[in-house]
């Protein structure tokens, strides 16, 4: 199960920690990461160890973070290596996680792949540095090719800023350049979408 950040995930992340469920068998990995230590209040790390991994206690050996500490690029590098260690793939192959659970911005950008960024055409890598110029900085995200191919897709999207890129996502035309978050509701396989009442609010 891969896993975002962001303000939306912890009232989620509580109510999994909550649930009687087995938390043995699973393994954590990001969508994305910011560019800081697991110890930062940016971290997305971060949120999901104080919300979930703490309380559902999980352990270390099931947690696979991107390492936010790290120059970007070798942060990208050592996580596609633990991605492909994990699920055994062969040079070319991509991995299909069972869950991805995705976010959405006011802009539309799911994972770190903001409106324009090249990455967005990208269908054959597992991860990437990019550069979020409206953020001026760097972050380690999944590509799109590993977003679309999970087996289970699950967005949560809160707040009165989303309901516009909402509406858009659903109705405008695919334009994944502009919209992002399309790229999953389009191509990917079992999506599931859950809203607040602002969220959803100009959706018909």
Do not use: C
């Amino acid at each position: 199960m891969a896993i975002s950040g962001g303000t939306s995930p912890a009232l989620l992340f509580d109510y999994l920690a909550a649930a009687h469920f087995r938390w043995d068998r699973v393994h954590l990995f990001w969508v994305d990461e910011r560019p800081v230590p697991p110890d930062h209040a940016e971290s997305n790390y971060r949120l999901a160890e104080e919300h979930l991994i703490k309380k559902a206690r999980i352990l270390g050996r099931q947690i696979h973070r991107i390492h936010g500490e790290m120059e970007p690029h070798e942060a990208a590098e050592r996580y596609i290596e633990e991605i492909r260690d994990f699920f055994n793939l062969q040079e070319g192959e991509l991995p299909h996680f069972d869950i991805i659970h995705q976010g959405m911005g006011p802009d539309a950008h799911t994972a770190s792949l903001f409106p324009g960024d090249p990455h967005i055409e990208d269908r054959e890598g597992i991860a990437a540095a990019v550069y979020v110029e409206s953020k001026q900085q760097w972050r380690v995200t999944l590509l799109p090719a590993v977003l679309m191919a999970t087996k289970h897709t699950v967005f949560l999207v809160t707040g009165e800023d989303k309901a516009e890129p909402m509406r858009a996502v659903v109705d405008e035309p695919y334009d994944p350049m502009k919209y992002p978050a399309q790229m999953s509701t389009h191509h990917g396989r079992k999506v599931s979408w859950f809203l607040d009442k602002a969220a959803a609010r100009l959706i018909d």
